[in-house]
């Protein structure tokens, strides 16, 4: 085994050096005042949880998981998403004073990686989650909040697309012979492996009428403009297949008056590797990156894992992913550096108090503490020098 280092990372770890990370606290600023506002209270959960609670609930592949053991035995994990923790709060304690509730979150979660191939193990998502609600408005509102945060951070040209995964479940249970089989497609689909869908499909050894509709399915279902187009995919003889396709056009009706018939697909082929997602699912994408910047939908079968019988849905944001498609603003934050020597360093206290009741972010540096003072102040939009004879005094 090769030596660890003495600057190396675990697998999948990042570093947020200051201006990321000064980037990411705008974000959490910026949502804290936008879903507050919207009726969200933010909550916040331990790092570490059960493995046989919220490890097991979570739907994460088992492999992905960091997972260590406590003092008692007990099998712990870091949280792999923000859903499951916050559903075992709810249906713990918080549903019990409140229904339905509306809660919010930044915070970290950890999935590890086998080949880190550019994907981080530790990322932070932003998000909100409506438990207690099982309407079609409940799912009309995480669609509309999430489409309203990402203009409210300035992402000018995005999209989203929705689908259902109980309709999708339907579906390919209709056209396969196998829960082996679902399952096989349904992967297939997470990984957005259409040839190997296709290849998958003629392996099956179905009737060439049974191929041919399932070919077409996953070929003219995905991305279409209005609900409307998917009807011929519909088993009309199929009460709870006819059922979720008009829940599905009751969403949107609701998204159309909200304005976004525009930025809004519909795609049946869409699906999570979150298998706990039972009903509409949508995901975010915005011009910069190639992976969704976001997702969210119905998982009401989350809280039947917690004994608890409601309806739940939410959607949640990749923080670093916003950072690749936020624009970068050009304008400089005023930052005033003051430097001194040994005889006028309470001047430079005073002087940056008095700045900083100003609200300018002001830093005092000793003179004899920088090496390069003129890589050093090329970070400053505002030097004074507080010094004698040095020749620099402004």
């Known amino acids: 085994m090769t030596p660890i280092r003495k600057f190396e990372k675990p697998l999948g770890m990042r570093d947020s050096f200051p201006l990321i990370n000064e980037k990411k606290e705008r974000i959490r600023d910026i949502g804290r005042q936008f879903f507050q506002t919207r009726g969200f209270d933010f909550i916040k959960t331990p790092t570490v949880e059960y493995y046989e609670t919220v490890g097991k609930a979570s739907a994460i592949a088992d492999s992905s998981l960091f997972k260590l053991v406590d003092r008692q035995g007990e099998t712990l994990v870091l949280r792999p998403d923000m859903t499951t923790p916050i559903v075992r709060v709810a249906t713990s304690k918080l549903l019990k004073e409140q229904i339905p509730l509306r809660l919010a979150y930044f915070a970290n979660v950890f999935r590890a990686q086998e080949n880190e191939g550019g994907r981080p193990a530790e990322f932070e998502q932003m998000g909100v989650e409506l438990i207690g609600d099982s309407s079609v408005f409940a799912d009309a509102e995480m669609i509309i909040t999430a489409s309203d945060f990402v203009q409210e951070l300035g992402i000018g040209e995005y999209h989203l697309t929705v689908g259902h995964a109980g309709l999708l479940q339907s579906i390919l249970t209709q056209l396969t012979q196998s829960k082996e089989q679902v399952k096989e497609l349904r992967t297939l689909l997470v990984e957005k ?170 830093t005092i540096q000793y003179v004899n503490g920088v090496e390069d003072r003129q890589a050093y102040q090329d970070n400053f939009t505002d030097v004074v020098w507080l010094t004698e004879g040095d020749g620099n005094n402004e």
């Open 193 to 362: 492996n259409m040839v190997g869908f296709e290849e998958a499909v003629k392996s099956y050894g179905l009737a060439k009428e049974e191929e041919h509709r399932f070919i077409e399915f996953i070929e003219h279902a995905s991305n279409v403009p209005t609900i409307e187009s998917l009807r011929p995919f519909i088993d009309e003889s199929d009460k709870q297949q006819v059922n979720m396709f008009t829940y599905l056009s009751d969403l949107s009706v609701l998204l159309e008056n909200a304005g976004l018939s525009k930025l809004v697909t519909y795609d049946l082929t869409l699906t999570s590797e979150m298998s706990y997602y039972t009903g509409m699912l949508f995901e975010v994408f915005a011009s910069g990156s190639g992976f969704a910047i976001g997702n969210g939908g119905r998982y009401d079968g989350l809280l039947h894992e917690f004994n608890c019988n409601v309806g739940a849905t939410g959607f949640g944001l990749r923080v670093d992913r916003l950072l690749e498609v936020m624009t970068t603003s050009t304008a400089r934050e005023q930052h005033a550096l003051l430097f001194f020597d040994e005889a006028n360093y309470l001047k430079a206290v005073n002087a940056a108090n008095e700045k900083r009741k100003q609200g300018i972010r002001t």
